[in-house]
């Protein structure tokens, strides 16, 4: 089992800065990625970024390019994403997500390709 704790979201304004925090716990290891999902009000949850353990590979949904970053650090079992330039689009919850995919070179994207998912943390982006 694995276990994942979010935290660091909170209340922005519009252009301001948020840096999200994942910790990972148990049977985690250098076979598993890390993603940050999102969900908006009455909308579905959506892919936002994805990091492989060794940090070599990341992709990013294209409606945060350019303004998130997702980092991990390893020692720490932690994955982070850093949020810039917010725009009231981005309020949502967010959900930390890992799972071991088939095979290394496979990066899913895909809600339903992740086995483990935290309880979430709200971010707010006022205009």
């Known amino acids: 089992q694995v276990q994942l704790v979010e935290s660091g979201g909170g209340l922005v304004q519009a252009g301001g800065s948020l840096r999200l925090s994942c910790a990972a716990s148990?049977?985690?290891?250098?076979?598993?990625?890390m993603a940050w999902f999102r969900q908006g009000l009455d909308k579905e949850r959506e892919f936002v970024a994805v990091?492989?353990?060794?940090?070599?590979?990341?992709y990013l949904a294209d409606s945060v390019k350019g303004r998130f970053t997702i980092l991990r650090d390893n020692a720490k079992n932690t994955v982070f994403l850093q949020m810039n330039s917010l725009k009231p689009e981005d309020t949502a919850v967010y959900y930390c997500?890992?799972?071991?995919?088939?095979?290394?070179?496979?990066?899913?994207?895909?809600?339903?390709?992740?086995?483990?998912w935290g309880q979430g943390t709200q971010v707010t982006v006022s205009s």
């Open positions: 997500a890992a799972t071991r995919p088939p095979y290394r070179a496979y990066v899913p994207r895909a809600r339903h390709e992740y086995d483990y």
């Open positions: 148990g049977r985690i290891d250098s076979g598993y990625v």
């Open positions: 990091i492989t353990w060794s940090g070599g590979v990341t």
